[in-house]
């Protein structure tokens, strides 16, 4: 606990301290601010993302001491930008891993296109038909996620097709999220059904993050699409 005085002396009592002896001061317990604990399934769940990624062991900590202070991780705070940017690959995807200055980081995922000569770009994968001709293709109920260091993902399904001259959205649905901190229900919407000369279709999800003592900052996640290809961009 901190100590905090609620007594202002006056001219008078300070002198009649000095002559008579000074009473001490009065105090009252002012407490601490509050901590958040996660509960241990949550810490898990993010130090398992953590641990996926060789995110040391004291920054894990330094981390999880953020998150419970209810302050943004750099990754997410809609400010910071990466200081590096390291790319791997995996049977599936081409990815890139962006690492912030407090050592949270954001994982960008392209999926290789398995027909066509469709380029892909961005985090969508799992689609349950895919269907190419030439310059055309169709995707259909595609998984569009994204993921913040683990501590909040959004995702949504995505229908979509182009060809070299138009690009269009034809479906959003189911919505998902998983979020550690305190999140809204997250929104989704349609920016654009059609490309046009200067935009892609769009897709935009979003979400807003509480911290424990209610400060809040949003999280967005897009879904691009035009005749060059797709790909997704993030808060």
Do not use: H
């Amino acid at each position: 606990m901190r100590l905090k005085s609620l007594a202002v002396a006056s001219i008078a009592a300070i002198s009649a301290g000095l002559t008579l002896g000074a009473a001490s001061p009065v105090y009252a317990e002012v407490p601490d601010p509050v901590v958040t604990q996660l509960s241990d399934s949550q810490e898990s769940e993010i130090r398992i993302d953590f641990d996926k990624y060789g995110v040391p062991e004291d920054t894990q900590d330094a981390l999880i001491d953020k998150l419970e202070a209810g302050e943004p991780l750099d990754a997410f705070d809609g400010v910071s930008e990466p200081i590096s940017s390291n790319a791997f690959e995996t049977e599936e995807f081409d990815s890139e891993i962006s690492w912030f200055e407090d050592g949270s980081y954001v994982v960008s995922s392209i999926e290789k296109p398995r027909t066509g000569d469709f380029a892909a770009r961005g985090t969508v994968s799992s689609c349950s038909s895919v269907s190419t001709s030439g310059n055309w293709g169709r995707w259909t109920n595609c998984s569009v996620t994204n993921s913040w260091a683990g501590v909040v993902k959004i995702g949504f399904i995505a229908s979509f097709e182009k060809s070299s001259s138009y690009a269009r959205i034809t479906n959003l649905g189911n919505v998902t999220q998983n979020c550690i901190m305190s999140c809204t229900r997250p929104d989704a919407w349609i920016i654009r059904s059609n490309q046009t000369a200067t935009q892609a279709a769009a897709i935009q999800a979003q979400s807003t993050v509480t911290s424990p003592y209610g400060n809040s900052w949003e999280v967005w996640l897009q879904l691009r699409v035009n005749s060059n290809g797709y790909w997704t961009v993030n808060s």
